[in-house]
């Protein structure tokens, strides 16, 4: 069973930079792909950023292309969100979430992923 806990959100003005940070225990996410979500309110959850168990495939959101960087510290079983021109549309609750299995899995898939975290604001005022 793996336990996730973000920190890193704020309250930043827009084209501002956050980053965001989650750290895994239980289970090592070097075995397991790890993602980040957001839930704005009265919306869904949804993909933002993932980064598969070897690192070397990364998927990010139409949104937030070019803008946000997802990366990972193995020893440190710790995954990172840099995201960078923030906008106000960003605002949101960010999640961080490990894959139910190890290997290969459908990385922009909620479904695919346990372990949620209790999440991070993010506010980005204009």
């Known amino acids: 069973q793996v336990h996730l806990a973000e920190s890193g959100g704020g309250l930043v003005q827009t084209g501002d930079s956050l980053r965001l940070s989650c750290v895994a225990s239980g289970r090592p996410i070097i075995q397991y792909a790890m993602g980040w979500f957001r839930q704005a309110p009265g919306k869904e959850r949804e993909h933002v950023a993932a980064?598969?168990?070897?690192?070397?495939?990364?998927t990010y959101a139409e949104a937030v292309k070019g803008r946000f960087t997802i990366s990972k510290d193995d020893r440190k079983n710790t995954v990172f969100l840099e995201m960078n021109s923030l906008k106000p549309e960003d605002t949101a609750v960010y999640y961080c979430?490990?894959?139910?299995?190890?290997?290969?899995?459908?990385?922009?898939?909620?479904?695919?992923?346990?372990?949620w975290g209790q999440g991070t604001q993010v506010t980005v005022s204009s």
């Open positions: 980064i598969s168990y070897t690192g070397a495939t990364t």
């Open positions: 979430a490990q894959a139910m299995k190890a290997g290969v899995v459908d990385l922009r898939q909620p479904t695919e992923y346990t372990g």
